[in-house]
């Protein structure tokens, strides 16, 4: 076999597998939205194509209530978890201290843990010693927070890994005091990085339900869990028709994010540096 037959089967083989795999993450979604406009359904009703779902589903009162919710317990997760998760991060990769391994470890370790079972577990300690929190938005919100933090944890170490530590030494060399310094040389360029886990850590929360569901009593619930519970009573597309709304909002801010992300690189490579961090 020639060396051009060679190149022409390997980018054959490429584009298959680009296609098998574009085909396993995008036919899903499209099934899904196709279906939210189908005027027909399992019980009956007319044939082509409508919007009487999308009025249903925006009607719906447990949907419109636990999106509400939703969004309130997943900004909340996520300015706590990207708070934390950043000073840990920071932490284990610049300090020194006895138990930075046990610390990093322990950060990861939720990710281990099934969350159904994180979620009984929390609800067993609510009700043991914390009733009032059950049920309520930081009740909620912390339970995501251990859930998230490996992530932040993880997003934002990397990017800390990519620097240059002695950046940040120089601008304390000059005068710079430590907290100064993590922030005119540290913070901006770990910005794209705090971006990608704030996006990821808003849309984990928002979509959780396997812990959610064992926090919440049934007449307050987050949308996913209303969703879950309206599917167990009705199968018709109004849940789908949700569905295709939040596809399009995750999109949505996905395609923000990414823009973000790329002026805020844009503008690393074109700023230069602050006068602490020079080599003295």
């Not at 049934?218 to 969703?227: C, E, I, N, S």
Request: hydrophobic residues 55%; glycine residues 6%; aromatic residues 8%.
């Amino acid at each position: 076999m020639s060396v051009l037959t060679s190149r022409r089967v390997l980018a054959a083989v490429r584009a298959l597998f680009l296609t098998a795999t574009a085909l396993f993450v995008l036919l899903p979604l499209a099934v899904v939205v196709v279906n939210s406009f189908r005027g027909a359904t399992a019980a009956g009703g007319g044939a082509g194509l409508t919007l009487r779902w999308y009025r249903e589903a925006l009607s719906y009162e447990p949907f419109t209530t636990g999106l509400l919710y939703s969004t309130q317990v997943a900004v909340l997760a996520t300015l706590i978890s990207v708070v934390v998760g950043t000073m840990a991060a920071y932490a284990v990769a610049r300090l020194d201290f006895p138990g930075r391994e046990p610390l990093r470890s322990l950060f990861v370790a939720p990710l281990s843990l099934p969350r159904v079972v994180a979620g009984f577990c929390l609800f067993v300690l609510y009700a043991s010693l914390f009733p009032a929190a059950y049920g309520t938005v930081g009740g909620i919100a912390f339970a995501h927070c251990l859930l998230l933090l490996p992530f932040v944890v993880a997003v934002v170490g990397a990017a800390l890994a990519g620097l240059d530590p002695a950046l940040e030494e120089a601008a304390r060399d000059l005068g710079a005091s430590p907290l100064a310094a993590f922030a005119r040389i540290t913070l901006p360029q770990i910005r794209p990085a705090l971006l990608a886990a704030t996006v990821f850590a808003f849309l984990t929360s928002f979509d959780e339900v396997d812990t959610s569901v064992f926090l919440m009593p049934a007449d307050t619930t987050t949308l996913p869990v209303a969703m879950f519970l309206r599917l167990e009573q009705r199968q018709d597309p109004t849940v789908t028709a949700m569905s295709s709304l939040l596809i399009a909002g995750s999109l949505l801010l996905a395609a923000l994010a990414a823009v973000a992300a790329r002026r805020v690189a844009a503008a690393l490579v074109h700023t230069p540096a602050p006068q602490g961090a020079h080599s003295p």
